[in-house]
C-alpha cells in the first residue's frame, strides 16, 4: 500500500516555483511589475547570460520596511489584498504573493531596499529559500534585487533553459512589452553591461514604438481611442501595410497588464477583416481599461490571462470601435521610387535619471572577500560584472541618486500623430465628394486605371475594384435575403448527424437568406432543391457542409467566416478580369461605385484596391528636384 507523505516547505516551495518561474524572462516580470505596484517611475533591469547567472532589477519605488523583509519572502504573503473581495477590485500588477518565494526557492536572492523614511536600507540574502544574511546598509531610496545561479538546486529545469542568447531575447521582450504598457515609467535594459533599449518614461506610446520597431512601423500607426460604459480603449492600430504572419505583433493590456486574450484577438481581427489577406494579422497596441468588478485576473499564476463579463457584447463593441476607426482613415498604399535616408535616431534629448546598480560600488570595494567569483553548486563558475572605469562609475552614482544627466535618444514624436492630425481634417480621396477631382488618364496593360488627382496618380486595379463591388454587392442581398436561388433537378441529399441537424434548424434563416432552400427528405436526410445563383456550379454540397462546421463550433456573431469567404469567392469569379479592356466610361462607372463604399481600399481578399504615387516622388526621379 502507498503511503501518504506530508512534504517539507522547500519541496513544497520548488514544486510552486516551477508554475511562476518558467525561465529568467519569469522572474524579471515578477520584479518588474512589483516595482511598477512599488511606484517606481524609473526601472533598470540587467541580465547576464540571459538572466541564468545574473538578473538584477533596481527600481526609485517606496522600497521595504525594515520589519517587513522576512514576511516579503513567506508564501501568499503580499501587501496588495488582504481578503478575497479584494480580488474584485484589483489594481496592483501583483497580488498572489508567490512570487519571491517562488524565485527564493530556486535561486540565490540578495535584496537591498530603503524607504524614504528611513535612513539607512536593509540588504538581505536567502539562498533556496533558506535566510543567509542581514544587515542594515547605506542605500538610496527604492529596491534592488539580484538573482544568481537560476535553477541551482533543481538540475532538471536548468537543463531546460535554452541558450543564453535566446533566454535574453525573451527577456528583452519582456522588458519592451513592459515598457509599451507603462509609458510613464522610464524602463533601462542592460545585457552583459551593454545598454539595449532605454525609454524616457515621457508618456508617450508612439515613442516607444519608434524606439523598439523602427520609423517604417511607428509611421504607419494610427492613434486609437474609444470608450463606452465601464470600458476604455486607447493605444495604436497599425495600417494594413504593416501586417504580420503571425499574431505576436497584436498586443494587449488590460488595466495596465500585458495579457493575451483570443477573445480580443478575434474581435480585433473582426475589425480588421475588410482590410487584410488572409493568414495575415494586425499590428496594434491596445490599452483596455475594463471596470475590475468585469474581469477576472486570477486565473493562471503567470498572470497572462483574463476571463471577461459578458464576452459577446463585449467582442460585438470592441470589433465595432476597431472597424470604424479604420474605414474614417485613408487607408491608399503609397509608392516611393526613391530611398529616403532615414532620419538618425541618435538626437541628443535628455534622459530621466534611471536608478543603477548603485551595489557595484560595495562590491568593488570587498572583491577580494565577495564580488569576483559565485560558486553554483555544479562546480562551474560565474564572474561577477567586472568594476566599471572610473567615470562610469561616477555617472551610475550620479543616475542612483537623482542628477541629471544628457545621452542619445530617439526624437519623442513621430509622424504617425502628425499623419492622423492631417488627415481629421483632409478630406478623403476615396469619397464621392472628391469624385469631381479625378481625371481619368486611360488604361494601362489592359488591368491598372491611371487617374490624376490633385498631385497624385492614382493607380486603381481594374480587378480588385471590381471584385470589391462585386462583393457588396452580394452581401448586402445576402443581408437582406434578396439572393436568387437555381432549382436543383434533382435536388441534392445530404445526411445530417444530430448536431447537424440542430445546427441547420437553428440558423435555417441563414440558409435561407445565402439562396439555399432545404426540405426535410425523411429521417437524418435532408433534400437541397436551391442553391444561389452565383454559386451554381462551384461545390454546393461542399459549401453548405462548411457553414454547418463553422455554425456547429464555437458561437459565431455575425456573418460566418466561410459564408464571406464563399461570397469574396463569388465575387471574384464575377469580376472583370485582368489583361480585359475596358473603355473610359465603364472605368468611370466603376470608379463611381467604387467610391460609394465604406471600404473601398480593399478587395475581400485584402489585396489592395488602388495606390498612390505623388508628384514630387516623379519630379525627383526626373531630377526636377535634387535632394
Not at 539607512?120 to 538573482?147: F, H, M, N, Q, S
Request: net charge negative.
Amino acid at each position: 500500500m502507498a503511503v501518504i507523505n506530508i512534504l517539507d516547505h522547500q519541496t513544497i516551495d520548488k514544486i510552486a516555483a516551477g508554475e511562476v518561474v518558467e525561465r529568467p524572462a519569469s522572474v524579471v516580470k515578477e520584479l518588474a511589475e512589483n516595482a511598477i505596484d512599488a511606484g517606481a517611475d524609473a526601472v533598470t533591469v540587467e541580465i547576464r547570460d540571459g538572466g541564468i547567472s545574473l538578473i538584477r532589477v533596481t527600481d526609485n519605488g517606496c522600497g521595504i520596511e525594515k520589519g517587513q523583509i522576512h514576511n516579503a519572502f513567506l508564501r501568499h504573503a503580499t501587501s496588495k489584498i488582504t481578503s478575497a473581495e479584494d480580488l474584485t477590485e484589483l489594481v496592483s500588477l501583483g497580488f498572489r504573493g508567490e512570487a519571491l518565494a517562488s524565485i527564493a526557492a530556486v535561486s540565490k536572492v540578495e535584496l537591498i531596499s530603503k524607504t524614504p523614511e528611513e535612513l539607512t536600507g536593509i540588504r538581505y540574502v536567502i539562498e533556496g529559500g533558506t535566510e543567509k544574511e542581514r544587515e542594515e546598509i547605506g542605500a538610496p531610496e527604492g529596491t534592488t534585487v539580484l538573482v544568481r545561479s537560476l535553477f541551482y538546486n533543481t538540475p532538471p529545469r536548468r537543463k531546460f533553459l535554452k541558450q543564453p542568447q535566446t533566454e535574453a531575447s525573451y527577456v528583452a521582450e519582456l522588458t519592451e512589452h513592459l515598457a509599451m504598457s507603462n509609458p510613464r515609467v522610464s524602463f533601462r535594459f542592460i545585457a552583459n553591461g551593454q545598454t539595449r533599449f532605454y525609454t524616457t518614461g515621457n508618456g508617450d506610446l508612439a515613442e516607444i514604438v519608434y524606439r523598439i520597431y523602427g520609423r517604417e512601423i511607428a509611421d504607419a500607426l494610427l492613434p486609437f481611442q474609444w470608450q463606452t460604459d465601464g470600458i476604455a480603449i486607447e493605444g495604436l492600430l497599425g495600417r494594413p501595410v504593416v501586417n504580420r504572419a503571425n499574431r505576436n505583433y497584436e498586443i494587449f493590456y488590460v488595466n495596465g497588464r500585458y495579457i493575451k486574450s483570443s477573445l480580443i484577438s478575434k474581435a480585433v481581427e473582426e475589425g480588421y477583416r475588410e482590410y487584410l489577406m488572409q493568414h495575415k494579422f494586425p499590428f496594434c497596441i491596445l490599452h483596455f481599461g475594463i471596470d475590475t468588478k468585469r474581469i477576472d485576473v486570477n486565473v493562471h499564476p503567470a498572470k497572462l490571462e483574463v476571463r471577461i463579463a459578458d464576452g459577446p457584447a463585449f467582442y460585438d463593441a470592441v470589433q465595432a470601435a476597431v472597424r470604424t476607426a479604420l474605414s474614417e482613415t485613408e487607408m491608399i498604399p503609397e509608392i516611393t521610387l526613391s530611398q529616403e535616408k532615414s532620419q538618425k535616431a541618435d538626437e541628443t534629448v535628455k534622459e530621466r535619471p534611471v536608478p543603477e546598480p548603485f551595489e557595484r560600488r560595495r562590491l568593488a570595494k570587498d572583491s577580494a572577500d565577495r564580488a569576483v567569483l559565485q560558486q553554483p553548486e555544479d562546480g562551474g563558475r560565474y564572474p561577477l560584472p567586472a568594476p566599471e572605469p572610473a567615470e562610469d562609475r561616477v555617472m551610475r552614482e550620479e543616475y542612483a541618486y537623482g542628477a541629471d544627466s544628457a545621452a542619445q535618444a530617439v526624437p519623442t514624436q513621430t509622424k504617425a500623430a502628425e499623419t492622423a492630425q492631417i488627415e481629421l481634417f483632409a478630406d478623403k480621396i476615396l469619397s464621392e465628394q472628391s469624385r469631381e477631382r479625378f481625371k481619368i488618364i486611360g488604361q494601362l496593360f489592359d488591368t491598372y486605371w491611371l487617374v490624376s488627382f490633385e498631385d497624385k496618380l492614382l493607380i486603381i486595379d481594374q480587378h480588385a475594384a471590381h471584385e470589391k463591388v462585386m462583393y457588396e454587392r452580394f452581401m448586402k442581398r445576402f443581408r437582406e435575403h434578396a439572393v436568387v436561388s437555381q432549382t436543383l433537378n434533382p435536388p441534392m441529399i445530404v445526411t445530417l448527424s444530430g448536431r447537424e441537424r440542430e445546427c441547420y434548424l437553428e440558423h435555417a434563416e441563414d440558409f435561407a437568406a445565402l439562396g439555399f432552400t432545404v426540405e426535410e427528405f425523411g429521417g437524418s436526410e435532408y433534400a437541397v432543391r436551391g442553391v444561389p445563383m452565383d454559386l451554381y456550379g462551384y461545390g454546393e454540397k461542399e459549401f453548405f457542409r462548411e457553414i454547418l462546421e463553422e455554425l456547429s463550433g464555437e458561437t459565431v456573431t455575425g456573418t460566418p467566416e466561410s459564408i464571406r469567404i464563399r461570397i469574396a469567392t463569388m465575387a471574384c469569379k464575377a469580376a472583370v478580369k485582368g489583361n480585359m479592356r475596358l473603355t473610359a466610361e465603364e472605368a468611370g462607372r466603376l470608379i463611381d461605385e467604387l467610391l460609394t463604399l465604406d471600404n473601398p481600399y480593399h478587395c475581400p481578399h485584402g489585396r489592395p484596391t488602388i495606390v498612390s504615387m505623388t508628384k514630387y516622388e516623379l519630379e525627383k526621379k526626373f531630377k526636377r528636384i535634387v535632394t
